[in-house]
């Protein structure tokens, strides 16, 4: 079935140690997107690509990074986490044509943890 | 982006209907509705999505108000499957993200 494959799970890294995220897709779709939730929170948009556009949102801390060197995968990295960047690190692709905004098409998530 | 109001929780029994009601008064007219809902420990799910009429689809009913300031996500018969947080949010035509608010937690007695 195509989908939205999010590795590892869980992660578990130190305070401080640079951490990278993956997600692959096979829904050929040209926009990935990475969110954060945080707990009992909304998730929350850390920044997209359309096609090889990076779109970065106004609050999003320098210290996240992103990188999608095909169609099919987009990395998160995280230069220096944080204990604060402890959450569910979510991705999501759509097919986006036209004015519409098409349906997300979300991971399971990784879960991250900071000792 | 426009805002939408939802309440914070609702309840309800097993294999009735459940209406979860979005309030959006400050819609645009180029603003979609769409819902999606996040099942515990797994990512959001698109559910359904409308501009100006009503919309069916397997999982789901969208009512929207005629002039478009409120909507209502029917459930027509509820499992306990569809225990989830569930999101109603607005996109402009041509916009590419989705902005969460705090959803509706909603749980269902057996």
């Known amino acids: 079935d195509a989908m939205v494959i999010q590795n590892p799970r869980y992660q578990v890294t130190q305070f401080g140690k640079p951490v990278t995220l993956s997600c692959s897709q096979t829904l050929n779709h040209n926009v990935m997107y990475w969110y954060q939730q945080k707990s009992s929170q909304a998730p929350k948009l850390l920044f997209h690509?359309?096609?090889?556009?990076?779109?970065n949102e106004a609050d999003t801390p320098d210290n996240f990074q992103s990188r999608r060197p095909n169609t099919s995968f987009c990395f998160l990295d995280i230069r220096s986490p944080g204990l604060g960047d402890a959450a569910m690190y979510l991705c999501?692709?759509?097919?986006?044509?036209?004015?519409?905004?098409?349906?997300?098409?979300f991971g399971p998530g990784t879960r991250l943890t900071v000792t | 982006d426009a805002k939408t109001t939802q309440p914070n929780s609702m309840e309800s029994n097993e294999e009735e209907p459940v209406h979860l009601p979005c309030n959006h008064s400050?819609?645009?007219?180029?603003?979609?509705i769409h819902w999606y809902r996040q099942l515990p420990s797994q990512g959001p799910e698109y559910v359904i999505h409308?501009?100006?009429s009503n919309v069916n689809n397997r999982m789901a009913s969208l009512a929207i108000a005629e002039d478009r300031k409120s909507s209502t996500l029917i459930l027509h018969r509820a499992t306990l499957r569809d225990a989830a947080v569930y999101y109603c949010?607005?996109?402009?035509?041509?916009?590419?993200?989705?902005?969460f608010g705090q959803g509706t937690r909603l749980t269902i007695n057996p």
């Open positions: 949010i607005l996109i402009r035509q041509g916009a590419q993200k989705l902005v």
């Open positions: 400050t819609i645009s007219g180029t603003d979609y």
């Open positions: 999501a692709t759509s097919r986006v044509w036209g004015v519409y905004p098409g349906e997300q098409y």
């Open positions: 690509y359309y096609d090889k556009d990076f779109n």
């Open positions: 409308g501009l100006t």
